[in-house]
């Protein structure tokens, strides 16, 4: 029931190509796909200049913090 069947898959590609018309088809998937692995390689850049630039990574500590109980002496009675 989830996904597309192949019948799915022609019905799409026949509303493009009536949208768009068969010139236009290439031409748009060429640029998408340049489009693409521009954004791919600035990621790759990013991530290089970040891991470069950023110190070592340090382990993440937990965030609650224990405080110590207060120290009642055993001596101290009061009446």
């Known amino acids: 029931m989830g996904g597309l069947q192949p019948w799915h898959w022609i ?5 493009f190509v ?4 068969a010139k236009k ?3 748009a998937a060429r640029s998408l796909g340049k489009s ?3 954004f791919k390689s600035e990621i790759k ?3 290089s200049d970040s891991s470069a630039d950023a110190p070592p990574a340090k382990p993440i ?3 609650r ?3 110590p109980a207060p120290e ?3 001596d101290r009675h009061t009446a």
């Open 11 to 15: 019905i799409v590609i026949a509303v």
């Open 45 to 47: 850049e990013m991530q």
């Open 25 to 27: 088809l290439p031409d």
């Open 61 to 63: 500590t937990s965030e």
């Open 36 to 38: 693409m692995r521009i």
């Open 72 to 74: 009642q002496s055993p």
């Open 18 to 21: 009536l949208l768009f018309g």
């Open 65 to 67: 913090v224990e405080e």
